[in-house]
């Protein structure tokens, strides 16, 4: 059951266009340009049967944000996860990746990040949509946009004491970000997102700092899955991420897999690693469950 264009009070949103560029995911397609072509043999694909699936409007500074929401159909007190989308935005997988969790009991909410910066469909090129939309997105806009995502799952059915936040790529960057900025949540996952400066990702006066710098300070457990074959994530930069969380004690730990690139886990993508995706997920809901984020 698909419930669109909704908001905390279940009226159509008032929005400012001057604040947001992008008001519906929807409107967006299924996929950006900049992952065509889509490796369809490879597409897993989850229903919405026994489902409350759509997209929802969440209320944040200067208007209303889209956000793509799933869960089930029965139950209050959901655990909650949040599903932080890569640079190509909320499209079809990043929905089903939310309907995955759902199906396992969980409100998966994936908020678009960009709203603000504008639309991502019709960049064909990854280092472009990067350049005019992700750099340009300041990190404290981000931690606010998921504090309001957290609250307004609250509101609407889901557990304000049993939360979550996975990412992927840009959004795996994210995840550790937002795991030092709240840390009253209970555990993060991160998919090869970025952890240090890089030649082609380095600080800005938006996003000043990188996960590696909150590493030994964390309180919230974090599990990271990185790609040995990734050129834009090198290994030794995650080396010295698992270093400096080892000199903490947030029990955080990085699993790399030596065979596996950059968006292993992204099934409609070349770069997809069957088996190194399977083994992250399970280890992934493995990780919820252990430190009280699942249901």
Same mark, same amino acid.
């Given at each position: 059951?698909?419930?669109?264009?909704?908001?905390?009070? +279940?009226?159509?949103?008032?929005?400012?266009?001057?604040?947001?560029?992008?008001?519906?995911?929807? @409107?967006?397609? @299924? !996929?950006?340009?900049?992952?065509? *072509?889509?490796?369809?043999? /490879?597409?897993?694909? /989850? &229903? &919405?049967? =026994?489902? $409350?699936?759509?997209? $929802?409007?969440?209320?944040?500074? =200067?208007?209303?944000? *889209?956000?793509?929401?799933?869960?089930?159909? %029965? =139950? %209050? &007190?959901?655990? $909650?996860?949040?599903?932080?989308?890569?640079?190509?935005?909320?499209?079809?997988?990043?929905?089903?990746?939310?309907?995955?969790?759902?199906?396992?009991?969980?409100?998966?909410?994936?908020?678009?990040? !960009?709203?603000?910066?504008?639309?991502?469909? #019709?960049?064909?090129?990854?280092?472009?949509?990067?350049?005019?939309?992700?750099?340009?997105?300041?990190?404290?806009?981000?931690?606010?946009?998921?504090?309001?995502?957290?609250?307004?799952?609250? %509101?609407?059915?889901?557990?304000? %004491?049993?939360?979550?936040?996975?990412?992927?790529?840009?959004? +795996?960057?994210?995840?550790?970000?937002? @795991?030092?900025?709240?840390?009253?949540?209970?555990?993060?996952?991160?998919? !090869?997102?970025?952890?240090?400066?890089?030649?082609?990702?380095?600080?800005?006066? @938006?996003?000043?700092?990188?996960?590696?710098?909150?590493?030994?300070?964390?309180?919230?457990?974090?599990?990271?899955?990185?790609?040995?074959?990734?050129?834009?994530?090198?290994?030794?930069?995650?080396?010295?991420?698992?270093?400096?969380?080892?000199?903490?004690?947030?029990?955080?730990?990085?699993?790399?897999?030596?065979?596996?690139?950059?968006?292993?886990?992204? #099934?409609?993508? *070349?770069? !997809?690693?069957?088996?190194?995706?399977?083994?992250?997920?399970?280890?992934?809901?493995?990780?919820?469950?252990?430190?009280?984020?699942?249901?």
């Amino acid at each position: 059951m698909r419930e669109d264009i909704i908001n905390t009070y +279940g009226e159509a949103p008032v929005l400012d266009r001057r604040e947001f560029l992008v008001t519906s995911i929807f @409107a967006a397609g @299924a !996929y950006a340009s900049a992952v065509m *072509p889509i490796a369809a043999q /490879t597409r897993v694909v /989850t &229903d &919405d049967k =026994g489902l $409350v699936t759509g997209e $929802v409007q969440i209320p944040v500074a =200067g208007g209303m944000m *889209p956000a793509y929401r799933a869960m089930p159909e %029965k =139950g %209050k &007190d959901l655990p $909650v996860v949040i599903v932080v989308h890569e640079i190509f935005g909320v499209h079809e997988w990043i929905q089903d990746v939310c309907r995955r969790f759902a199906k396992l009991g969980y409100m998966a909410v994936a908020p678009a990040l !960009y709203a603000r910066e504008g639309d991502v469909k #019709d960049l064909k090129d990854a280092r472009e949509l990067n350049r005019q939309i992700f750099s340009k997105i300041p990190d404290s806009q981000s931690m606010a946009d998921l504090d309001a995502t957290l609250a307004w799952a609250a %509101k609407n059915r889901g557990s304000s %004491k049993r939360t979550s936040i996975t990412g992927f790529c840009w959004g +795996g960057r994210i995840v550790w970000l937002y @795991a030092a900025h709240n840390p009253k949540i209970k555990a993060g996952a991160a998919w !090869y997102g970025r952890v240090v400066p890089t030649p082609n990702s380095p600080v800005n006066e @938006a996003q000043p700092t990188t996960p590696i710098d909150y590493a030994a300070k964390l309180s919230v457990p974090v599990i990271g899955f990185y790609g040995g074959q990734d050129r834009g994530i090198p290994v030794d930069g995650v080396q010295r991420m698992q270093d400096e969380l080892k000199k903490g004690r947030s029990g955080s730990e990085i699993v790399i897999y030596p065979n596996a690139d950059h968006g292993f886990h992204a #099934d409609y993508r *070349p770069s !997809y690693n069957k088996e190194a995706s399977d083994d992250a997920w399970a280890k992934l809901l493995a990780w919820f469950k252990k430190h009280g984020a699942a249901k």
